[in-house]
Each structure stands twice: as structure tokens, then as C-alpha cells.
Nanobody
Framework: QVHLVESGGGLGQAGTSLRLSCAAS????????VAWFRQAPGQEREFVAA????????YYASSVKGRFTISRDNAKNTVYLQMNSLKPEDTAVYYC?????????????????WGQGTQVTVSS
């Protein structure tokens, strides 16, 4: 069992930056895929970014590529999402998720463990 806790959300103006953190307890992230998803009001949850813990490979949705960076701290068993050049359309609840089965990284259904989410609001 993996327990995930997100933090770092909040209110930011367009063009500024925020960093989200996802800390895992219980089992470690070893050999898991870890991802960030987001859900805006009235919309379905969508893939944002993912990393393969074993290889360090990273993947991004086209809407955030070049602005967001997913990274990890092995010692802290924590994954980060650095969000730069924020836009109002980035407003959403952001969720961290982990997949122990190395499934398709951008599919919500591949992820077994989920955090409670953290709200990010970007004003224009």
C-alpha cells in the first residue's frame, strides 16, 4: 500500500510559477510509474506528466510540455511538478498517482494509488 500526499497548490497569477510536491509513505516508489493528473471544473481528469522511477524517463502532455517539469527526490521518496509560465487554463485540482505495474503512463486506469489532490488556481 502506498499513501500519497500532495502539497504546494495555491493561487498564482498568469506567468508565474508554482511547485507541487507528492510525498509517498508506506511502500516506496521503486519501479513504479508516478504521474500528475489534473481535473478542471466540469471536465474529465487528464494526464499532465509522468516519470518512470526506474529509468527516470519523463513524459508530458502537449499542453504543458516546455512549461512543466516532473522530477523526483529518491531520498525523500517525493515527486515534484514544477509549473512555470502558468496560464488560467492550468486551473484545476492536481492529483499525484502511482502505478506499480508499469502500465501505459498516460492512462488514468493504469494508476492504483492516488493522492487527495491539491487546488491550483491561476488568475489572468
Amino acid at each position: 500500500q502506498v499513501h500519497l500526499v500532495e502539497s504546494g497548490g495555491g493561487l498564482g497569477q498568469a506567468g508565474t510559477s508554482l511547485r507541487l510536491s507528492c510525498a509517498a509513505s508506506g511502500r516506496t516508489f521503486s519501479n513504479y510509474n508516478v504521474a500528475w493528473f489534473r481535473q478542471a471544473p466540469g471536465q474529465e481528469r487528464e494526464f499532465v506528466a509522468a516519470t518512470k522511477w526506474s529509468s527516470g524517463s519523463t513524459y508530458y502532455a502537449s499542453s504543458v510540455k516546455g512549461r512543466f517539469t516532473i522530477s523526483r527526490d529518491n531520498a525523500k521518496n517525493t515527486v515534484y511538478l514544477q509549473m512555470n509560465s502558468l496560464k488560467p487554463e492550468d486551473t484545476a485540482v492536481y492529483y499525484c498517482a502511482s502505478d506499480p505495474n508499469s502500465g501505459t503512463y498516460y492512462l488514468e486506469g493504469a494508476y492504483v494509488y492516488w493522492g487527495q489532490g491539491t487546488q491550483v488556481t491561476v488568475s489572468s
